[in-house]
């Protein structure tokens, strides 16, 4: 990330970002993809998921899953 964010350059305010906000830049848009995908087979067919638990699974699943919740309006994961 350290190599990505001397590519990247500084923002609109000159500042260069750190590899962490690099890093965390990136968690955030695999969070916002995930949740998404979520809304899209769920949500837009007229289901309700803030009535339900999300369920985790996998390597990653933990690191996501409360943030993902989050950005769902969920208040429960099943992991």
């Given at each position: ?13 000159g ?15 695999a969070v ?9 087979i769920?949500?837009?067919r007229?289901?309700d998921v ?8 996998g390597g990653?699943g ?10 769902l ?7």
């Amino acid at each position: 990330f350290e190599a990505l964010a001397k590519e990247i350059g500084p923002d609109e305010n000159g500042r260069h970002r750190t590899p962490e906000e690099i890093a965390d830049g990136f968690l955030k848009i695999a969070v916002e993809n995930m949740a998404n995908a979520i809304k899209k087979i769920s949500v837009e067919r007229g289901h309700d998921v803030t009535h339900y638990a999300l369920s985790c699974f996998g390597g990653a699943g933990g690191q996501h899953a409360c943030q993902i919740a989050d950005r769902l309006g969920m208040q429960k994961v099943h992991i």
